[in-house]
Nanobody
Framework: QVQLVESGGGLLQTGGSLRLSCAASGTIFSINAMSWYRQAPGKQRELVATITSGGSANYADSVKGRFTISRNNAKNTVDLQMNSLKPEDTAVYYC???????????????WGQGTQVTVSS
């Protein structure tokens, strides 16, 4: 079984910073892309940032220059450093990882349970 566990959410004021972390555990053979998504109330889940196993990162236009995604392949973790936070960043943030559980298995996406980030104005 594979499990993703996020941590680091919270309540803070506009302009603040927060770091989210996600750790993958269980039967893991390899991890391809790792990503952060978010879902605000009444809105669809959207991709915030993604990073390949080689370290190449891409960001949603709304967070470019403010958020930084990073990963530790040895620890199977992915972090999201969020700076200059705005009220519109308020959402539940989800970790996603494309994981293969064995050499004969295709990779598939796994989700964490989500962590709430609330930015007050």
């Amino acid at each position: 079984q594979v499990q993703l566990v996020e941590s680091g959410g919270g309540l803070l004021q506009t302009g603040g910073s927060l770091r989210l972390s996600c750790a993958a555990s269980g039967t893991i053979f390899s991890i391809n892309a790792m990503s952060w998504y978010r879902q605000a109330p009444g809105k669809q889940r959207e991709l915030v940032a993604t990073i390949t196993s080689g370290g190449s990162a891409n960001y949603a236009d709304s967070v470019k220059g403010r958020f930084t995604i990073s990963r530790n392949n040895a620890k199977n973790t992915v972090d999201l450093q969020m700076n200059s936070l705005k009220p519109e960043d308020t959402a539940v943030y989800y970790c996603n990882a494309d994981i293969s559980v064995g050499p004969a298995f295709w990779a598939k996406g796994y989700w964490g349970q989500g962590t709430q980030v609330t930015v007050s104005s």
